[in-house]
């Protein structure tokens, strides 16, 4: 893999458990390439999530480090790194009266002010999704699990991140919603000439094989080889 195309890489990254014991993560090394759709499977609690976490830089690590585009990143740029490489969690927290309030507020922050709110952007992605404008004035406490996967999608995908951390984004949808879903992220992930990667926790084999081009395996905090 030339090292000139590589985004993203963590090299011998380790989390201890904080309530002692067992390493939680241990001695992860991963590239992430411009272009790479990748999958992590395992068993529950092999540290499918927490590698994902540690990728965005959301939790602490013990050994190891992440770099950015070949640079170890300092403490003072990981608000921007996190603006390149978002971290989507399986129950996102929604805090606004609406779904366009909350589609809104990440424009609210310093490290997206060059950025501006397209509501016709997202009635296009809502389109492609089947639902249309009247989706965005539904009240964030109606929502179900499904309708709040999807906001949350278009939340980052809005702000045009580099790379995808995807936690079983499409757990709660239907078959039919979840494809649509895919699709979506499949098609941002694939425009020519614009350097970007996802990387998707599932346990459906099924999505695995849509969705991802290459799959790794996590068994207790490890890469199985």
Excluded at 79 to 86: C, D, E, G, T, Y
Excluded at 162 to 185: G, K, M, R
Excluded at 212 to 218: C, G, N, R, S, V
Aim: proline share 5%; with cysteine.
């Amino acid at each position: 893999m030339p090292t000139d195309n590589i985004l993203l890489e963590a090299k011998g990254i380790g989390r201890h458990n904080p309530n002692g014991g067992d390493w939680l993560l241990a001695d992860v090394s991963l590239a992430i390439a411009a272009g790479t759709r990748l999958s992590v499977a395992g068993p529950s609690g092999a540290g499918k999530t927490l590698l994902l976490r540690a990728l965005a830089m959301l939790d602490p690590l013990q050994s190891g480090h992440v770099c950015w585009k070949g640079h170890a990143v300092r403490h003072d740029a990981i608000p921007a790194f996190r603006s390149s490489v978002i971290y989507l969690h399986q129950r996102a927290a929604l805090l606004e009266d609406t779904v366009e309030a909350a589609l809104r507020r990440p424009f609210a922050l310093k490290v997206h002010h060059r950025k501006s709110f397209d509501r016709g952007r997202i009635l296009d992605m809502l389109g492609q999704l089947g639902r249309d404008a009247s989706f965005l004035a539904k009240s964030v406490g109606d929502l179900s699990g499904g309708e709040t996967q999807i906001t949350a999608v278009l939340r980052a995908l809005q702000l045009d991140p580099t790379i995808l951390l995807l936690d079983e984004p499409t757990a709660a949808l239907d078959p039919p919603a979840a494809i649509a879903v895919e699709q979506l992220l499949t098609r941002w992930a694939t425009v020519p000439g614009v350097p970007r990667a996802m990387v998707w926790v599932s346990h459906d084999a099924s999505q695995t094989k849509r969705v991802a081009e290459k799959t790794i395996f996590m068994e207790s905090g490890r890469m199985k080889t």
